[in-house]
């Protein structure tokens, strides 16, 4: 053979063989690469277990398996040699308990391919999860890159006294981590007491009282559970670390809102004074806690609790937080929950700040799967099992007949139809006909206080539940599953006024709008004593170190976390000063841009008297621009005009050396309220209210006053236009409300604004005008 033809022979074969390594090459780049011009996405896949082949050890091989064979590829040399890696990043769990099945990310071939499987039962697209608890700081815009945390350093040594149940010291919530040593000024203490000892305090929790002795006086022979600030009814606990928790990894409410807790103030401290008893509570012990609070050094004080029906020089607790306020203690107390019917908000008192809840962008669901492969996302917070396997489905209409309900079998779904406001006797039904589970259609947009059920249970709107009811009656054997422990972030609208907010006017002092703030109140994690239990399962008790709770009470602390964080960062500024920067920084419209709601109206928006000024915005409050200013004489000058006898005065003042020469009932406060007779005639009336606004930004500025329209309403502003040329700079105007020559008795809400030139600062405070009598509110105390 010619050297050259055994030279193009070699080049021949080195062709083909190039050839060939080139062709598998192309394969492995196409199976690789192709398949991702395809956008994948997270699924949860729900399979049955009986499926299984019979060669599998156990479902998690299975699962792999069966990912594993969803890797397409024409060469199979190439589809061994990347199965593994491609399978491998695809299948993201695969679970044991949650759910029968596994997540896997995978294209829309992929899926659709997988859906003709033996042993498919459904799938979902994994909804999105946000790592965060409490949420509510989250919600309030807290964060540490900007704003109220990093200016206040996290509310560094300011210390947040509570009176209220006690605290539970050994949960996580109170740990010292990140904390610095106890402020010098501090004159507190832990008290021995039953199960609870001077070494259960720390950098975090830097006092423990308990106050009882009126109660005892009261019951003589009383046996205490629990004899000591240690708290055994959870709601201490609970608000206190909403105010000032420190950070916790890994919390939530059996999986759902998982994240990292912490309180609005997570480096201030926390002192615990205990006057509210599993046994009882009086007021005598209340006041005794908040002087010993006073006497300690306590900087904010969070009052989850009042009195009804009681005039200010007769409230104990306002004649005690008058006391405080003197000594530069900033106050929150609670509206109440007796919502949404007007005129049931206590604390009422001008010298404290009144706190009405609303709820979040955050909502607990879970999704029912049918037997049809159809997923309906739905509310529920059961706190059992993850998953509720697949069961037979019927439909009981109103579930309001127990002797057809108990009928049913015990492995059953029961769907029941709320056309007349009963879903909460539908729950007590088919709780005692003990059925797997039940799915509960219903219109109610009030639901916080029954998701949270004893039984797998789903709570869906009218519209999908139609879906359920048709595919249960076109279906011969129905059947379903639920899935639980979804956490839902960013759901619309909100904020909006819960239900329960008590409001306004106070019959306690009505010339002052009250409440003043909105703040997160429902569905609120924070810690909880270890040996209380959350919630319970068919009869069995469940316990967490975090419990989720609705409530003024939860509204409440966290504005004295927010008065913490501005204590911090202003320690100069006047406990009205703190409420007033709150107040008139707040916002009033929600998510949707639109103005905040009221659950308890309809969803019609949101009154002042139910919400106050507005929703707390924590950053913003940090720089007001103008601050509505008020002294202890003001609040007597207050009073004096209320017609108080000089006793009455004396009693909530503790001095006899006060004068009623300037009384006014126009106090200066940072919202305004008006009285008109719904039944007067001929020309129309005007009221005159007087501000004086201090300015607090960095120098000279000058502010423009805008109104915004009432209906029937004529509103005046003199001067319009505020001109300071200092820091510190009192300036005074006039707001006008000329009123119609009759009203009706729907209160008309607007407000008034003072807007800086630069675009800085809008100064907004709420303006309310009421057909009721403050003389007749007044009365009723």
Known sequence: MLCSEIISLRLLVMAVFVHSLVTKLLTLIIFCFVPTLEQSDNYIIHMDLSFMPKAFSDHHSWYLATVSSLVRSPNPEVRARVSATRTSSKLIYSY???VQGFSASLSPSELEALKNYPGYISSMKDLPVKADTTHSTQFLGLNSHFGAWPTSDYGKDVIVGLVDTGVWPEIPSFNDDGMTAIPSKWNGECEVGTQFNVSMCNKKLIGARSFNKALVAKNPNITFSMNSTRDTEGH???????????????ASFFGYAPGTATGVAPRSRVAMYKALWNEGAYSADIIAAIDRAIIDGVDVLSLSLGLDGVPLYADPIAIATYAAMEKGIFVTTSAGNEGPFPETLHNGTPWVITVAAGDMDRDFGGTITLGSGVSIAGLTLFPGNPSLG?????????????????????????????????????????R??????????????DLEFLIQSSFPAIFLNPTDGQTIKAFIKNSSEPTASIQFRKTLIGSKPAPSVASYSSRGPSPSCPVILKPDILAPGSMILAGWPQNNPVGAVNSHQLFNNFNLLSGTSMSCPHIAGVAALLRGAHPEWSPAAIRSAMMTTSYSTDSTNAPIKDI??????????????????????????????ATPQDYVNLMCAMNYTLKQIQTVTRSSSYNCSDSSLDLNYPSFIAFFNPNSSGSPTAQEFFRTVTNVGDGPSTYVAKVTRMEGFKIGVTPDKLTFKEQYEKLRYKLTIEGPTQMNETPVFGSVSWMDND??????????????????LTSRT
């Open 759 to 776: 675009g800085k600062h809008e100064v907004k405070s709420p303006i309310v005008a009421t057909s009721l009598s403050w003389e007749a």
């Open 236 to 250: 201490g606990t609970h608000t206190s670390t909403t105010a000032a928790g420190n950070y916790v990894k890994g």
């Open 96 to 98: 044991t308990h949650v």
């Open 432 to 445: 005692g006909a003990k059925v797997a589970g039940g799915v509960f259609i219903t219109n109610s947009s």
């Open 600 to 629: 308890g109206n309809d969803y019609k928006p949101a009154s002042p008297l139910a919400m106050g000024a507005g929703h707390v915005d924590p950053n913003k409050a940090l720089d007001p621009g103008l601050i509505y200013d």
């Open 390 to 430: 697949e069961s037979p489905i019927v439909f009981a209409d109103a579930c309001n007949n127990t002797v057809e309900l108990n009928k049913i079998s015990h492995t059953n779904i029961v769907v029941c139809e709320d056309e007349s406001d009963i879903v909460s006797d539908q729950i007590n039904n088919v």
